[in-house]
């Protein structure tokens, strides 16, 4: 089945284009070996699902014959992957939560089936909300992985509720084009509200999304949809791949919201994690058929060590079936445009990135450390997310700066479109903590913000929601801090260090805008200099809301300085849709100093 490229001396490995990406950058051409080895792994697994009954589009569709199947008679047939478990039995409200009478049908390949008459009447036996729980080896209470509902239920546990409306909502607007010049506003639904509590997707759109239409944004990312049972986790513990957060209300609620961002001409983001997965059990991907592996690697390459988390097994064929699917589940069933990827540095390399400085050396980057079953994977989303929709984004979320990570495949790239900009927002923190204003040195600002690979798209930004994070701060609050508090009303008495914190704020963002890359970020508030940190509820903190919300009345209050701030941000990003100068060709800069 398939080629065995693999086998092949990887000199003799056709990588069509990869004449393309010498030219862009002779200094990999000692590496043509290692970039073509990597290109036969990849192309031995695309050759292989492409020979299986239904290709590519049958299996990135696993959506469709895994977790429960609704048939034309009223029946349903479930089927699960569970290669180490030993019986699976399904019960809920539509036996009586009988444990005994439903068993599933061991199959090969560690594939389970069960099959549910319709009721006498011909209707469905899986009513919609009703709750539905997997049995593994008769004692062990599992989600299944494919659920598309889950919520909390008489505690803290999340469960699965079956989500078959009578009436699902219908997209009316078209997805929207490929921005040519990317500008995207970072956002999290939960904490898009003035109010001390959990936002809800109807909040979002009718109050949040025409603030980012007229601050000139149009893009969002939207963080910690994909379900994640701990709020605090900041969605990056997630528990249920594809189920959306019923936090903030139902699938059908987040449909309207990406809707109307389509009918604004917002494209639609989200921030997806396949790096890793959260280690509850009763609620989560972890152990679900009752052994340490399954979707995961067993053993110490199964955890990260830092995370507290499960790292995915991607030589596996239905670890890459349900990942490849939970992408094209988002693309197709929500309409989200393209993808931002978490934690890639974390999927690259063995180490996962632990305590490691790169300096940029390209043998850090073509040695063992890297992972290549990993960036195989990454190589099959990308390419898979391009064909699905021409029209995707992909954006990698990788502080190693490894080359080629926003080439196309066939060059013997990654595929991604762009890169985060993450050096950008550490070196402003960096001069905020440890330097006086007079001794910044442009000429190490200006070196740091243009400092990418040719012909890779880079995100710029100043900050994004790793800074907003309490033990952190935002570089308004680095720049202001405790004066915000006593003198950000327009009456007040002028203070010397609120006016060098608006211009400042404003010439960071204007600067980091106009040189520091392809595209550019801003996170939710930030904007107009939101005050304080990000907090979310939590032991901690009392389960306190109060840090995890946005003060929109900030920003409203005409007699406060921050609507300074949100003007200027709005005027930078329509200067920018006139001239273009995200998606103008690179220049150089030189910097002369005058005797």
Same mark, same amino acid.
């Given at each position: 089945?398939?080629?065995?490229?693999?086998?092949?001396?990887?000199?003799?490995?056709?990588?069509?284009?990869?004449?393309?990406?010498?030219?862009?950058?002779?200094?990999?051409?000692?590496?043509?070996?290692?970039?073509?080895?990597?290109?036969?792994?990849?192309?031995?697994?695309?050759?292989?699902?492409?020979?299986?009954?239904?290709?590519?589009?049958?299996?990135?569709?696993?959506?469709?014959?895994?977790?429960?199947?609704?048939?034309?008679?009223?029946?349903?047939?479930?089927?699960?992957?569970?290669?180490?478990?030993?019986?699976?039995?399904?019960?809920?409200?539509?036996?009586?939560?009988?444990?005994?009478?439903?068993?599933?049908?061991?199959?090969?390949?560690?594939?389970?089936?069960?099959?549910?008459?319709?009721?006498?009447?011909?209707?469905?036996?899986?009513?919609?909300?009703?709750?539905?729980?997997?049995?593994?080896?008769?004692?062990?209470?599992?989600?299944?992985?494919?659920?598309?509902?889950?919520?909390?239920?008489?505690?803290?546990?999340?469960?699965?509720?079956?989500?078959?409306?009578?009436?699902?909502?219908?997209?009316?607007?078209?997805?929207?084009?490929?921005?040519?010049?990317?500008?995207?506003?970072?956002?999290?639904?939960?904490?898009?509200?003035?109010?001390?509590?959990?936002?809800?997707?109807?909040?979002?759109?009718?109050?949040?999304?025409?603030?980012?239409?007229?601050?000139?944004?149009?893009?969002?990312?939207?963080?910690?949809?994909?379900?994640?049972?701990?709020?605090?986790?900041?969605?990056?513990?997630?528990?249920?791949?594809?189920?959306?957060?019923?936090?903030?209300?139902?699938?059908?609620?987040?449909?309207?919201? %990406?809707? $109307?961002?389509?009918?604004?001409? +917002?494209?639609?983001?989200? &921030? *997806?994690?396949?790096?890793? /997965? =959260?280690?509850?059990?009763?609620?989560?991907?972890?152990?679900?058929?009752?052994?340490?592996?399954?979707?995961?690697?067993?053993?110490?390459?199964?955890?990260?060590?830092?995370?507290?988390?499960?790292?995915?097994?991607?030589?596996?064929?239905?670890?890459?079936?349900?990942?490849?699917?939970?992408?094209?589940?988002?693309?197709?069933?929500?309409?989200?445009?393209?993808?931002?990827?978490?934690?890639?540095?974390?999927?690259?390399?063995?180490?996962?990135?632990?305590?490691?400085?790169?300096?940029?050396?390209?043998?850090?980057?073509?040695?063992?450390?890297?992972?290549?079953?990993?960036?195989?994977?990454?190589?099959?989303?990308?390419?898979? %997310?391009? $064909?699905?929709?021409?029209?995707? +984004?992909?954006?990698?979320? &990788? *502080?190693?700066?490894?080359? /080629? =990570?926003?080439?196309?495949?066939?060059?013997?790239?990654?595929?991604?479109?762009?890169?985060?900009?993450?050096?950008?927002?550490?070196?402003?923190?960096?001069?905020?903590?440890?330097?006086?204003?007079?001794?910044?040195?442009?000429?190490?600002?200006?070196?740091?913000?243009?400092?990418?690979?040719?012909?890779?798209?880079?995100?710029?930004?100043?900050?994004?929601?790793?800074?907003?994070?309490?033990?952190?701060?935002?570089?308004?609050?680095?720049?202001?801090?405790?004066?915000?508090?006593?003198?950000?009303?327009?009456?007040?008495?002028?203070?010397?260090?609120?006016?060098?914190?608006?211009?400042?704020?404003?010439?960071?963002?204007?600067?980091?805008?106009?040189?520091?890359?392809?595209?550019?970020?801003?996170?939710?508030?930030?904007?107009?200099?939101?005050?304080?940190?990000?907090?979310?509820?939590?032991?901690?903190?009392?389960?306190?809301?109060?840090?995890?919300?946005?003060?929109?009345?900030?920003?409203?209050?005409?007699?406060?300085?921050?609507?300074?701030?949100?003007?200027?941000?709005?005027?930078?990003?329509?200067?920018?849709?006139?001239?273009?100068?995200?998606?103008?060709?690179?220049?150089?800069?030189?910097?002369?100093?005058?005797?």
């Amino acid at each position: 089945m398939g080629g065995n490229y693999s086998a092949m001396d990887p000199l003799q490995v056709p990588v069509p284009d990869i004449a393309k990406l010498f030219d862009r950058d002779g200094y990999l051409k000692p590496y043509e070996r290692e970039i073509r080895r990597r290109y036969a792994c990849f192309k031995d697994i695309w050759d292989r699902i492409e020979s299986w009954e239904g290709g590519l589009e049958g299996f990135t569709k696993g959506y469709k014959y895994y977790g429960p199947q609704y048939n034309v008679d009223g029946s349903v047939t479930w089927r699960e992957w569970a290669p180490g478990a030993h019986s699976l039995h399904l019960q809920g409200e539509f036996n009586g939560w009988n444990a005994k009478s439903h068993p599933f049908k061991k199959l090969e390949y560690g594939k389970w089936e069960l099959h549910i008459p319709a009721n006498a009447d011909g209707s469905c036996p899986l009513k919609h909300d009703s709750r539905a729980q997997i049995i593994v080896n008769e004692n062990l209470y599992r989600l299944s992985p494919w659920a598309s509902y889950v919520k909390p239920f008489e505690g803290f546990t999340y469960q699965h509720f079956i989500y078959k409306p009578e009436q699902p909502y219908q997209f009316k607007h078209p997805k929207v084009d490929k921005p040519k010049s990317l500008r995207i506003y970072e956002c999290h639904v939960g904490i898009a509200t003035p109010e001390g509590k959990v936002g809800s997707y109807n909040e979002f759109r009718e109050n949040v999304l025409p603030r980012i239409k007229r601050q000139g944004y149009n893009a969002i990312q939207l963080m910690a949809i994909m379900e994640h049972a701990y709020y605090a986790s900041f969605g990056y513990q997630v528990t249920s791949f594809f189920a959306a957060s019923s936090r903030y209300g139902t699938p059908c609620e987040l449909k309207q919201l %990406i809707d $109307r961002a389509h009918e604004m001409g +917002i494209y639609v983001l989200l &921030d *997806v994690v396949h790096s890793h /997965a =959260s280690k509850n059990t009763l609620d989560g991907l972890n152990e679900f058929d009752g052994t340490n592996s399954g979707y995961f690697h067993d053993g110490p390459r199964g955890t990260h060590v830092l995370w507290d988390s499960r790292l995915f097994n991607y030589s596996e064929i239905e670890v890459l079936r349900f990942l490849l699917s939970n992408l094209r589940w988002y693309q197709e069933e929500y309409q989200f445009d393209g993808f931002r990827f978490d934690g890639v540095t974390s999927m690259l390399y063995h180490s996962r990135g632990i305590g490691e400085g790169f300096s940029g050396h390209y043998d850090e980057y073509y040695g063992l450390n890297v992972d290549t079953e990993a960036l195989v994977y990454l190589m099959l989303a990308n390419e898979i %997310i391009h $064909r699905i929709d021409s029209r995707a +984004i992909t954006i990698a979320e &990788d *502080v190693s700066g490894m080359p /080629a =990570s926003c080439r196309p495949v066939n060059e013997g790239g990654t595929g991604f479109d762009y890169r985060l900009g993450m050096a950008i927002p550490d070196m402003w923190i960096k001069l905020l903590k440890e330097e006086k204003d007079e001794d910044w040195k442009m000429g190490h600002i200006v070196h740091t913000l243009t400092n990418r690979r040719w012909m890779e798209g880079t995100v710029a930004y100043a900050e994004s929601h790793d800074q907003a994070l309490v033990g952190d701060k935002t570089i308004a609050f680095w720049l202001m801090d405790a004066t915000m508090y006593t003198h950000m009303s327009t009456l007040s008495e002028p203070s010397p260090v609120v006016e060098r914190g608006l211009a400042l704020h404003c010439m960071i963002r204007l600067i980091t805008h106009a040189l520091g890359g392809e595209a550019y970020l801003n996170f939710i508030g930030n904007e107009f200099g939101h005050p304080e940190w990000l907090d979310f509820p939590r032991a901690g903190n009392n389960s306190s809301y109060h840090y995890a919300r946005r003060q929109w009345n900030l920003v409203d209050d005409e007699l406060l300085k921050y609507k300074f701030l949100n003007e200027f941000d709005k005027d930078m990003n329509l200067l920018e849709d006139k001239y273009g100068w995200l998606r103008a060709d690179p220049v150089s800069i030189l910097l002369q100093v005058i005797p």
